[in-house]
């Protein structure tokens, strides 16, 4: 069984930075991939970033130079570190796992960006 928790979202106003964490529980096999989605109201969940074990990562171009992705594999937790936050960056943001043919998903942390 495997568990993802995430945590780190709220309210911030436009510009300001939020850390998204998400800590993984359970039967983690050292091979696996990390990665963080996003869903708006009203449209579909968007890929946002992804980290290898080895700390290979791929961001998507609408938050390039503002999220960082990051990983401690001892935890098996990823971060996401979001900055000069917009408001069309809010979101329900998940966390995945990847582990061969299974996939994981975190029940997700809201994140509103609003003056």
């Known amino acids: 069984q495997v568990q993802l928790v995430e945590s780190g979202g709220g309210l911030v106003q436009p510009g300001g930075s939020l850390r998204l964490s998400c800590a993984a529980s359970g039967s983690i096999f050292s091979n696996n991939v990390m990665a963080w989605y996003r869903q708006a109201p009203g449209k579909q969940r968007e890929w946002v970033a992804t980290?290898?074990?080895?700390?290979?990562?791929n961001v998507a171009e609408s938050v390039l130079g503002r999220f960082t992705i990051s990983r401690e594999n001892a935890r098996n937790t990823v971060y996401l570190q979001m900055n000069n936050l917009k408001p069309e960056d809010t979101a329900v943001y998940y966390c995945k796992l990847i582990m061969g043919w299974n996939e994981y998903w975190g029940q997700g942390t809201q994140v509103t960006v609003s003056s």
């Open positions: 980290i290898t074990r080895s700390g290979n990562t």
